[in-house]
């Protein structure tokens, strides 16, 4: 909503500044989006008048213009607007200047071989309007030279205010005043609507069909004999102002009551209309070309404007509280008009704007609600102006339908000022403030009032509304500041698992993975392949979908779905993740919180390495990576064969504490990718963060860790011939527990079986770091911790060290 600041003083008896205003309305409620000084972005603009117009000697659209601008010998301007001619005048723009419609810095140039000093500007160049068929032509008095912000006067500041959706008395400048008003900015103007007399009864009459439709009331006036000419010049300035873009008296008068009262108008030309007009539901498939000059498609939830007299329902000429039609649109040969101002259901109407896609100030202000006598004092001021500004004569008023009753009362406590809004507002200024806000408050007794709703408030509805309404007024910033937490801030709420799960996911995606969120649900027919044991599938008593009706045994075969339908749309190779709940059973027990992953396909391309495909260790190393942030056992896990049924038997592991799996990874089977429609290969890993032990606090040694020895480490290499059967993690742990004190890092770096090593045996090297923290070790100690580890894996697996 804009309005420019001496726009706002026909209504507000006030000298405050724009800045003053701004915050004033700020303060109450109404935020302001920004202030604009036209003048200062328009002020190179000077009047030109073109003295001499001829054709370009090398393009044929183009004119060479002489352009007077009263400061010595006309100056040559290359144009090629099409209403460019010798007699004109117009806004000329010197080389130097930013053009702010188009945010061009004009300079002197040549065109097409003709030296150009300058420009010629359209509406849209000067950022005042959207029009750019031609340049402005100016009024043939417009004196030379002359500054063309001074000419339209625009040096008037121009305001803009969001609107909330329980504002529409805010839609027009009376309604801001008088927040204003209230608010001590200023006092409130008297605005006494005076009737014009009808000197004839009206041709034309309303009548509303008792189909269902959008309105409940209309009133209409008719005017003959009536000049469309251009509108006065203060008026064209105020919507220029504004942004809107002057027509011609007719139109500019609906457009000003719009923002000057927020009361939308609409004016045919009578001479356009068959007879009578009739508010009714469209037909189906029923056709408009309207004001904007699309046509429209309509259907019977959409309330129309059409002629009354025809059998048929005669022919729509506009779109119910949403916009006119171009047919009986007023032209400057216009001679008889009628006026339009009709109440609309703003349901029907914010349905029917956002099925045809129209946006207009009609719909805008109708969907949020208008003052319902605004249709009887609407068709009063509009009478006022266009007998100002075309002339001719008004007929009787005419109407057709009931006025809504909209007078109703609420029940308001003062004390609820201070128990709902927190400030005790003295009775009287409450009083004041509802009062100055159109409110009529009368006390019932001591503690209770009754307060009267004005028609342009329909959206208060209760208490809580005028508690708002006084507090607004009042100002917030008024009200004292309490602690919501006044006993302090409460202790950590976070529990060990919700830290662990969010450590896990953080892991996750750290690993390039995307986070996935998919239904608890799975097909009953797929759900089979996910379960442990005999167990059938848990079916759903009352399934959101006929394929979603099972809970989920495991959260891997949901992500092979998603991963599958982003490979089927293009984006192959996915890399997803999921931390959520499975289901073994229909007991909360059987509840399991899953960190679960699935990569498909290949490993992404890198400059550096080819892609290669996904195998079980890339899913083992996701699995330990999810293990570890959540604050697992990683040093004790142990790693076994037991992977679940849905992964390949010789390509996938579990890692186990004791007896219990912490987690699964491998290679999915191939026998679920072909029975979910999958392609592979798909490895995938589930990390059960509720079987986790609870971690143990070891301040002491995190403090040690943080600082690093002193001294240097020391690496020893061994390798040890053992059983084709012995895994390398068991070399690795045993070399580990040997000292943990001093040995701090045990990795496997090569495994090998071949020729020089007996059948059914393989060796397997470990690289071993020894880290001491009290002093340089011996040669002879360093000796006795490398036969410590020789025989203790000799003893836990049967190797011997390789020579």
Known sequence: MKFTLSWLKDHLDTAASAEAVAEALTRGGLEVEGIEDKAKALAPFVVGHVVECAKHPNADKLSVCKVDIGQGAPIQVVCGAPNARQGMKGVYAPPGTHVPGTKLDLKKGVIRGVESNGMLLSERELGISDEHQGIIDLPADAPIGKRYVELLDLGDPVVEIAITPNRPDALGIRGIARDLAAMGVGALKPWP???????????????????GNACPFVAGRYFRNVTNRPSPDWLQRRLVAIGLRPISALVDITNYVTYDLGRPLHVFDADKLAGGLAMRLARDGEEILALDGKTYRLDPSITVIADAAAEDGGRA?????????????????????????ALFDRVKIAAAGRKLGIQSDARYRFERGVDPESAVWGAEVAAKLIAECCGGEASEPVSAGAMPEWRRSVSFRPKRLETLGGLAVPPAEAKRILGALGYAATDDSGDSWTVSIPPWRMDSEGEADLVEEILRIHGYDKIPPVSMTPGGLPHQTVTPQQRRTRLARRALAARGMLEAVTWSFMNAKEA????????????????ISADLDAMRPSIVGNLLRAAQRNADRGVPNAALFEVGPQYAGTEPEDQTLVAAGLRQGETPRHWAEKARTVDAYDAKADALAALEAAGGPVGSVQTAAEAPAWYHPGRSGSFKIGNVALAHFGEVHPRVLKALDVDGPCVAFEVFLDRLPPAKAKAGKARALLKPSQFQPVERDFAFVVDAAVPAEKVQRTAQNVDRALITAVSVFDAYAGPGIPEGKKSVAIAVTIQPTEKTLTD???????????AAVQKQTGGTLRS
């Open 193 to 211: 609507v005076k009737p014009v007399k009808g000197t004839f009864r009206s041709p034309i009459a309303w009548t509303i069909a008792p189909d």
């Open 317 to 341: 000429h506009g779109i119910g509280g949403v916009m006119g039609g171009e047919n009986t649109g007023c032209t400057p040969e216009t001679k008889n008009v009628f006026l339009e101002v």
């Open 528 to 543: 089979p392949l996910f379960h442990s044991g005999n167990r059938g599938p848990i079916l759903l008593a009352n399934p």
């Open 780 to 790: 002879a100690e360093i000796d006795a911790i490398g036969a410590k580890i020789v």
